[in-house]
């Protein structure tokens, strides 16, 4: 039977006597000359005609000449027992105990080595195969070793999460800030009112200038100076800071914008203005519903309109709601079940023993990933999408593949497309245009994202020790280090490796240990 495991030339083998094969000669006599070695694993006596193998498929195609003989006399046999009214059996067991004529051409004789094949694992083949079975690998040994970890934790700190976490006393006392958000809904209003009078050339554009930045200076000091002042948890003002950075990269593109429609429209040169844009009636005034829509758009770069879709899904913003409940709930879990009890339990990572530090670090690093990770898909897949359906925002592309960047050039490009994009349009191209090289285009694009970064941690946690803004300026020569790996070594596991233990194994987990010691630092100082 070990026979059936083989592949089926459609030849007969007699396994009988002569005398017998003539008597049991009866049924399916034809064998096609051109069915070739590969049109099926079995006979035609099998139920079903399965597809052969890669291998039986180029023993078809590698047959040698030996084999094609052995058909070929196989074929005059078969002709010469039809001319003897005799019928060939293809196989099967026959019903009352008969045995069965099966007939197979892959002799022992038949070579079974045929061409050159590399071993799958090989560095020649190794990306031409499947590692369907090697990720699932992956994610089971994934599961067992965080199912561990988490055994492990709660045995030794039992289950940390109290309602505190969600709401404490404390929170009433944060009201000063609730009232600040509401309030930097005047900002817009007032950049609106600058706006009317510029087009209607009631003040000239140095006013305007003048008027606009003092309305986007007060709209992040502002903010800054109320969680200064009250003494609010870290959550709260960071909340504060994110809205007040968003407001104030809404309102310099919309002012920005306007600025740049006005000159268009005031230039001598109409070809140039007409080139620059394909549709003039966007040059027209401005427009307080465009803006109203675009202060709550998920988007930083205002225009007069948007791509929209037809109508609101209602049961998939209600599944993505659910989803990101669960996800937030979960995010808080891994925050206060394993990141704070790491966190107390360490010390300063530049201070005492530097094997101590790495230990903690690499510790932290895992939960914090699961951290980032569960805020990356709340708040760029989840509420951007549900935000974007509530108002039917076509343009949904809030992120791309930066899982898979090379560089870390490439990472920033892609993981915050909001942020891309009114970079590019409002300070890259610009500088650009001013006459500023590339190079240095990009180190102003960094710094400002340093800046904006230390706002929203150091203001909050009442810290200003920059650990914030060198961790970002920090990334302008790593753009330039895995830039030249990627050239030296041409492989995008290379760099992808070196993004992935830079930014999330090292230096995330960093920047969380020595805030976090120094916000402790400062309530032991205080007290």
């Known amino acids: 039977m070990a026979l059936l495991d083989t592949p089926e030339i459609g030849e007969t083998t007699t396994t009988t006597t002569t005398a017998s094969i003539r008597g049991e000669i009866r049924r399916r006599t034809s064998v096609k000359a051109d069915a070739g070695i590969g049109n099926g694993l079995f006979d035609s006596s099998s139920s079903s005609k399965t597809n052969s193998s890669d291998d039986g498929e180029n023993l078809n195609n590698d047959l040698d000449e030996n084999g094609k003989e052995q058909i070929r006399g196989g074929e005059e046999t ?141 709209a992040i000091l502002y903010p800054v100076f109320m969680i200064l002042r009250f003494d609010s948890v870290v959550l709260s003002g960071v909340s504060l800071m994110l809205c007040a950075c968003v407001n104030w990269l809404k309102l310099v593109s919309f002012v920005h914008t306007n600025y740049d429609m006005r000159s268009l429209l005031n230039s001598t040169d109409k070809g140039e203005a007409e080139s620059r844009s394909s549709n003039m009636e966007y040059f027209y005034d401005v427009n307080f519903n465009s803006l109203s829509y675009f202060m709550v758009a998920p988007t930083l770069c205002y225009q007069i309109s948007y791509p929209r879709t037809a109508f609101i899904r209602k049961g998939w913003v209600l599944r993505q709601l659910i989803k990101l409940v669960i996800f937030t709930g979960f995010m808080g879990f ?78 920033w490009r892609l993981w915050n497309m909001p942020v891309h994009k009114w970079i590019v349009r409002h300070l890259y191209f610009p500088c650009l245009r001013n006459g500023i090289p590339k190079g240095a285009a990009i180190l102003v694009a960094f710094f400002m994202s340093a800046v904006f970064h230390e706002l929203c941690i150091a203001v909050p946690c009442h810290i200003f020790k920059f650990w914030a803004f060198f961790g970002i300026m920090f990334q302008v020569p790593l753009v330039i280090l895995t830039n030249y790996l990627l050239r030296k070594f041409q492989n995008s596991m290379v760099g992808n490796m070196i993004f992935w233990c830079f930014f999330s194994i090292l230096g995330q987990p960093m920047c969380v240990l020595l805030y976090y010691h120094d916000v402790m630092n400062q309530k032991v100082k205080s007290n």
């Open 334 to 411: 891994i925050i206060e079940q394993y990141i704070n009890p790491i966190v107390k339990n360490s010390r300063h990572p530049l201070k005492g023993d530097v094997l101590y530090a790495i230990e903690r670090v690499l510790k932290l690093s895992v939960p914090n990933l699961y951290v980032w990770l569960c805020m990356f898909y709340c708040f760029f897949h989840l509420w951007l999408n549900i935000l974007a359906e509530l108002l039917r925002f076509g343009d949904r592309e809030f992120y791309k593949d930066w899982w898979n960047a090379q560089t870390i050039e490439e990472y």
């Open 78 to 218: 078969t002709e010469e027992a039809k001319g003897n009214g005799e019928k060939i059996d293809r196989g099967g067991v026959k019903k009352g105990g008969e045995t069965s004529v099966v007939h197979y051409a892959y002799r022992p004789s038949s070579p079974a080595h045929r061409r050159i094949k590399e071993s799958p694992l090989s560095s020649d083949a190794i990306f031409k195969q499947s590692h369907a079975g090697l990720f699932n690998l992956c994610i089971v040994v994934l599961v067992a070793v965080n199912g561990r970890l988490i055994i492990e934790n709660l045995m030794k700190y039992g289950l940390l999460i109290n309602s505190n976490f969600w709401f404490s006393s404390r929170s009433l006392r944060d009201w000063p800030l609730l009232m600040c958000c509401l309030s930097l809904l005047i900002f817009p209003l007032a950049a609106y009112i600058v706006e009317k009078l510029a087009w209607q050339k009631r003040i000239s554009d140095p006013v305007v200038i003048t008027l606009h930045v003092t309305i986007t200076t007060t």
